[in-house]
């Protein structure tokens, strides 16, 4: 069956302490995969698409990489405002989308 | 980037009323829209797929009648909660999905509380 998992589920970081979230799919007919980061009471802001594998795309202190299986959204030197609901997604064909449960982040000053 | 505006963002009704709820994108054109709705520290509960022009298709267990979805331009979507009840009280989210880069972008999100 197709899915999206992402993990961990909750992650609590020191500030500067470096660390990767993972999300990993079994779709098949991937059109990209996207990251989110939500904070409480918001919706999804946009961070990164990433189409094929080998594809890497940064954005401050974010960096966003994807493999045939799975995407890594790695966090460089995290500051208490990276703290947040990190989500991925994945675009297949039919226009559908897969969510993960997200990660929950947390810089810890 | 590109922006998805909802409104309103909060809404408090007596239960048995209607709540209507928009959905723009703002520099881009959506044939396709999403509904979720997102309870308390869970993930995206896809209620329904919004297409310009024609019914929307509802997920297993989301009632059609209840939540009204029109999509009558390319840039609109609403979503009418009907005759709410407290039960529908929830943090309603709206997607876009820009058809020329394939990138979905999300709204601000609705919170309805009933009374």
């Known amino acids: 069956e197709d899915q999206v998992t992402q993990s961990p589920e909750a992650l609590r970081l020191q500030e500067g302490e470096s660390s990767s979230l993972n999300c990993s799919y079994t779709?098949?007919?991937?059109?990209?995969l996207f990251w989110y980061r939500q904070d409480p009471g918001k919706g999804p802001e946009f961070l990164f698409t990433l189409y094929s594998a080998g594809e890497e795309k940064e954005k401050e202190r974010l960096k966003a990489t994807l493999t045939k299986k799975e995407s890594f959204l790695h966090i460089t030197a995290p500051k208490p405002e990276d703290s947040a609901t990190y989500l991925c997604?994945?675009?297949?064909?039919?226009?559908?989308?897969?969510f993960g449960t997200g990660t929950s982040l947390t810089v810890i000053p | 980037g590109a922006v998805v505006s909802q409104h309103p963002s909060r809404v408090i009704c007596k239960s048995g009323t209607s709540v209507k709820i928009e959905c723009r994108s703002l520099d881009f054109q959506a044939t396709t829209m999403f509904w979720y709705r997102q309870f308390p520290k869970q993930s995206l509960m896809l209620m329904a797929t919004?297409?310009?022009?024609?019914?929307?298709?509802?997920e297993q267990g989301v009632e059609k009648d209840k939540f009204l979805i029109n999509h009558a331009s390319l840039t609109l979507s609403t979503l009418t909660v009907t005759s709410a009840h407290p039960e529908d009280s929830s943090f309603y989210i709206c997607?876009?999905?820009?058809?020329?880069?394939?990138?979905?972008?999300f709204g601000e999100g609705s919170r309805l509380t009933v009374l």
């Open positions: 779709v098949s007919g991937l059109r990209g």
């Open positions: 997604a994945v675009h297949y064909t039919g226009n559908q989308f897969y």
């Open positions: 997607s876009a999905l820009d058809v020329n880069t394939g990138e979905l972008f």
């Open positions: 919004s297409n310009e022009g024609s019914k929307a298709t509802y």
